[in-house]
């Protein structure tokens, strides 16, 4: 086969703004409940159709990510039943709670629908939780394991800035150091907030529950948490996944540049961003 003209696809990063744990199913997975917002930061890739599958990862968070069939963006591609010749363009940590793998397996299954004119399969959670969320890339209530996605329409967007201390955290020992996993869900309907500031208040009402576990394996993020919520700037913060990614909500796409640059540590990865 002919390569076919190559297609490029975004792959955000996945912000969740809540995250609660209601529930454990018997084969050990969570049930969850959680407000899920995308970055306008994100990986890069282009994809081609092809005759052999090959993936190139380059780009300034390349480094540790498989560049075999281990990766998530090959898996999708053979989930899809495609041979896709992949470039990703790294710019997401890794392991970092913001979904990267997730985000690019997404995208992968974006571009060969493209390509081929086929729907994406439909049992996307098998590749990750995080993957049907990231299909849309569009604020959603993601419920079940995952696999449960409800888009929300007319969020207000948000100004924030993303920091990452630098630890990776292993979602499944987080999941595991969790005090109790039957938590309150969010209401049900979600309100209707009549601007950034209204939602701002009602998300500081709610959780990530996986923050105290978090901050338990890795206390750099109760550390980092407590320094974003110092910032004169910031309105809320949070982390986000697993961690260790938090996100600081602020009033201004000014006020995430001037906070972003007031957070600028050598080890750290720090991003002003708008979240919808
Ligand atoms: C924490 C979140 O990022 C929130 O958006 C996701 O739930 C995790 O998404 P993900 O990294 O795509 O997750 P997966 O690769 O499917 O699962 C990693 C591990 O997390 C745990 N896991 C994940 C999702 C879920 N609903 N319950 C779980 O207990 C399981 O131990 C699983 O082995
Ligand atoms: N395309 C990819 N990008 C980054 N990591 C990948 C990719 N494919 C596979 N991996 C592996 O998956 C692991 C988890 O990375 P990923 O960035 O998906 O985690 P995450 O941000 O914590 O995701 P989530 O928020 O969905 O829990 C990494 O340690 C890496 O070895």
Redesign the pocket.
């Known amino acids: 086969m002919a390569e076919t003209q190559p297609v490029a696809e975004f792959a955000p990063a996945?912000i969740?703004l809540t995250?609660h744990v209601t529930g454990?199913r018997p084969d050990?997975?969570?049930?969850?409940d959680?407000l899920?917002v995308f970055a306008d930061v994100g990986d890069r890739l282009t994809l081609a159709l092809s005759d052999t599958p090959a993936l190139n990862v380059t780009g300034p968070r390349a480094e540790g990510v498989p560049g075999d069939a281990r990766n998530l963006a090959l898996r999708a591609a053979e989930t899809a039943g495609t041979t896709v010749r992949i470039a990703l363009d790294k710019h997401l940590p890794a392991a970092a709670?913001i979904?990267g793998?997730?985000s690019d397996a997404a995208a992968v299954l974006r571009g060969i629908s493209r390509l081929t004119g086929l729907a994406p399969p439909d049992d996307t959670?098998r590749l990750?939780?995080?993957?049907p969320?990231c299909l849309p890339a569009r604020a959603a209530r993601?419920q079940g394991?995952?696999e449960i996605v409800t888009p929300v329409a007319d969020l207000p967007r948000l100004h924030a800035v993303l920091v990452n201390p630098g630890v990776e955290v292993a979602?499944?020992a987080?999941?595991?150091r969790l005090a109790t996993r039957t938590n309150p869900p969010m209401p049900d309907p979600l309100p209707r907030w009549s601007g950034p500031a209204d939602l701002i208040d009602w998300l500081a009402t709610m959780r990530n529950d996986?923050e105290p576990p978090a901050c338990h394996i890795a206390p750099v993020i109760a550390d980092l948490l407590e320094t974003l919520r110092a910032d004169p700037a910031c309105r809320l913060a949070r982390m986000s996944?697993?961690g260790a990614t938090c996100f600081a909500l602020t009033d201004t796409a000014a006020h995430a540049r001037a906070m972003a640059a007031r957070l600028s540590r050598p080890q750290w990865w720090v991003q002003p961003t708008r979240l919808s």
């Open positions: 996945k969740n995250l454990q050990g997975y969570h049930l969850l959680s899920v709670g979904g793998g997730s959670v990750g939780a995080d993957v969320v993601m394991v995952g979602t499944p987080c999941f595991a996986l996944g697993s």
